[in-house]
């Protein structure tokens, strides 16, 4: 897969490109925004690896303008700027996943990795099943059997993730980074008290539950029968 990275410090640059080399991918390197923009627009890749400071042009011009032209491709920005301001912005501006420097070179991979399978999601599966429970990307319509079901914008992101990952244990840091665009826990009961409105609008009033809680580990939506939980 090609990966390019956008990175005006050498020493990083040279450290992830003989990384991810390694790691069995193909890296390009631009060194500055202008370079970078260039080739995102220019060439296909799989994933972008971005600098938020870059000479030329900053990492989030650069990124708006590649959202700005229709550009999907997933980014992965890498900053020292790691309040959660700085984080929020980044995601706002259109990037995927956020990585504050220093960072491991593991993490960088394994966030990689997050990020191409998200990708792996073909542009055409903009309905997603599971049992009777259909929901539609284009419309944001969710529906179970010949019932609508309304859902409110956060309900929607965490219905979507379920769905993405149905049949898998989703975990709580999964649900924060992937729903909440957390990468810390905020020690509140956001989680659990999301998942209650949701299963209350999906299971409630079906003979079999949908949405199952997995005791200490988390979440997983499946057809696979079983009473209807309340709470």
Known sequence: MRILIVEDDANTADFIVKGLRQAGYTPDLATNGKDGLFLALEQPFDAV???RMLPGLDGLT??????GAGNNTPVLLLSALGEVDDRVEGLRAGGDDYLVKPFALAELQARLEALLRR???KASDTVLRVGDLELDRLTRNA?????????QPREYQLLEYLMLHAGQVVTRTMLLEGV??????PQTNVIDVHIS???AKIDKGEERALLHTVRGAGYCLRDAGGAVESG
């Open 49 to 51: 690896v971005l600098d």
């Open 119 to 121: 990708g792996d999601v």
């Open 197 to 199: 409105r949701l299963r």
């Open 143 to 151: 529906r179970r059997g010949g019932r609508e079901i309304e859902l």
């Open 62 to 67: 650069l990124l708006r303008t590649l959202r």
């Open 180 to 185: 909440w665009e957390y990468h810390f826990d």
